[in-house]
C-alpha cells in the first residue's frame, strides 16, 4: 500500500510537469507569432503573397499593382450621302452596311485595349429616311459596324446632337445600347447624365464628352443634361464627380474648334490651358484632351504636362472639293500605373488615316496600305501625299520634341 502511494505521487507529478511544459510552449509560440506580425516580419524568400516574391521589398496595395493599358482614337463618323449611296452598294441585296468601309481600320483599332470613337451625327429610324448635311440623319446600321471594329465608347456630344431633337438622341442611345457600344456627351436623363465610367483591363477609365454649340438648336426646356454643352466649371465638376466614383483616369473628347481651319483656334488653345491646369488635391481633372469637329487633321500638343488633340479630322466622311476633309489621325496612347499608383502616359504615337473615295469608298490606314505590295501606284502616291500633310499637321505645335511619333506598321 505504501508503494502505491509513492509510484502514484510520481505519476501526478509527471502529469504536472508535461502540462506546464505545454503551456510555457504554447505561451512562447502565441509571443513569437505576435511579435513577428507587430513587426512586419518577412516570411521566408518565395514564400510571400505570390510564387517567387522577393523576401524584404514591401508589397503594393491592392488595385495599385503597376499596370498599362493602350487606347485608340479616331476621328468624326459623318454619313453624306455617297458614303450611304455606297453602303447599300456594299450590302447587295439591299438594306445598309458599313462593314467593308472600316475593314482597313479594324487592325488598328482592335490591337488596343480601349479604342473611341466620335459618333457626331444622330441616327435616324431603321427605316429611313438618312440625310446628310444640314441636318443629319444617319443609318443606324454605323453602330453594329463600330461595335465590330472593336469600338468600346464613342463620344456623342456635337453641333449636329439634336438634329433629330430628343427622340433623335433617345433613338441614337438605344441604338448603340444594342450594338454594346458605351457613349458619353449627349443623355435620354438626368442619371444617364452622370460620367460614363469604362472598365479596362480591371481600371476604371472615364469618358467624358462635350461640344461647343447645337448649332443654335436650344435644348430642350425641360432636359437641361440631354446634350453637354462646354462649360469649363462644369467639365472640371464632372471629371471630379468621376474621380469620386473611382475613377483613376479622365479621357475628355471635346468638339470644338473652326472647321477647315488647320491651326487650333483661341478658344481650343485657352481651354485646353485651363482644362490641363486644373488639379483637385495636386491631382489634375483630365488625363486627355480628344479633338473632334474641324474636319481637318491638327496638332498633337503637350499642354501642362497633358497631351492634347486639337483635332484628329473625320475618320469617316467624303469631301470630293476638299481633299484634306478626306484626311485624318488616330491618337494611339499607353497609359502605365507605376508601384506608387501614379499614372503617365508612357507612349504617344499617331497613324494617319485616309477616308479614300474610291470608288468604292473605304477607310484605309495609311502605313498598312502603303506596306502592301498590293497597293497600286496611283493610290501610292494619293497615300504619300495623304501621310505627309497628316504628319505635318500633327507635329506643327512641337509635339516631336515631347515624344510623339508615327506609329508604323509591325
Not at 485616309?354 to 502603303?370: E, H, K, M, T
Request: include cysteine.
Amino acid at each position: 500500500m505504501h508503494m502505491s502511494n509513492k509510484l502514484l505521487r510520481a505519476a501526478i507529478a509527471l502529469v504536472v510537469v508535461g502540462l506546464l511544459v505545454g503551456v510555457i510552449t504554447l505561451v512562447w509560440d502565441s509571443d513569437s507569432t505576435k511579435n513577428a506580425a507587430e513587426k512586419g516580419a518577412n516570411p521566408p524568400p518565395g514564400k510571400s503573397g505570390s510564387p517567387g516574391s522577393p523576401a524584404n521589398v514591401p508589397q503594393v496595395p491592392p488595385g495599385r499593382q503597376p499596370t498599362s493599358f493602350t487606347l485608340t482614337t479616331t476621328g468624326d463618323v459623318l454619313a453624306y450621302p455617297t458614303i450611304i449611296a455606297q453602303s447599300q452598294l456594299d450590302a447587295g441585296a439591299g438594306g445598309y452596311d458599313f462593314h467593308r468601309m472600316f475593314e482597313g481600320v479594324a487592325p488598328l483599332v482592335r490591337q488596343s485595349d480601349l479604342a473611341i470613337c466620335h459618333m457626331e451625327t444622330p441616327y435616324g429610324p431603321p427605316e429611313g429616311p438618312f440625310t446628310g448635311y444640314p441636318i443629319f440623319a444617319a443609318p443606324p446600321q454605323i453602330a453594329r459596324t463600330l461595335a465590330d471594329t472593336g469600338y468600346e465608347s464613342c463620344s456623342t456630344a456635337s453641333n449636329h446632337t439634336l438634329d433629330g431633337g430628343f427622340p433623335g438622341i433617345e433613338r441614337t442611345l438605344r441604338t448603340l445600347d444594342e450594338a454594346g457600344v458605351e457613349h458619353a456627351g449627349s443623355a435620354r436623363s438626368e442619371q444617364e447624365a452622370a460620367p460614363t465610367i469604362l472598365d479596362v483591363k480591371g481600371v476604371k477609365v472615364a469618358h467624358l464628352s462635350w461640344t461647343y454649340d447645337t448649332n443654335g438648336i436650344p435644348l430642350p426646356e425641360d432636359k437641361p443634361w440631354s446634350v453637354n454643352v462646354i462649360d469649363k466649371q462644369r467639365i472640371i465638376e464632372q471629371a471630379r464627380t468621376a474621380r469620386r466614383a473611382g475613377a483613376e483616369l479622365v479621357l475628355l473628347s471635346i468638339h470644338w474648334g473652326t472647321e477647315w481651319q488647320g491651326e487650333p483656334d483661341e478658344q481650343q488653345r485657352a481651354l485646353a490651358k485651363e482644362l490641363t491646369a486644373s488639379t483637385d488635391n495636386g491631382r489634375k481633372d483630365v488625363d486627355l484632351i480628344i479633338g473632334t469637329h474641324n474636319h481637318v487633321p491638327q496638332a498633337y500638343e503637350q499642354v501642362n504636362g497633358t497631351w492634347v488633340i486639337y483635332g484628329m479630322g473625320d475618320e469617316l466622311a467624303n469631301f470630293p472639293d476638299k481633299p484634306k476633309g478626306n484626311y485624318s489621325s488616330a491618337g494611339l496612347f499607353t497609359f502605365t500605373r507605376d508601384a506608387a499608383g501614379t499614372w503617365s502616359v508612357t507612349k504617344a504615337q499617331f497613324r494617319p488615316l485616309y477616308a479614300s473615295p474610291g470608288p468604292p469608298f473605304r477607310i484605309l490606314d495609311v502605313n498598312r496600305a502603303l506596306a502592301d505590295p498590293a497597293t497600286d501606284a496611283g493610290l501610292r502616291e494619293q497615300l504619300q501625299t495623304v501621310r505627309a500633310t497628316v504628319a505635318d499637321a500633327v507635329l506643327s505645335e512641337g509635339a516631336a520634341n515631347a515624344g510623339l511619333t508615327e506609329a508604323k506598321v509591325d
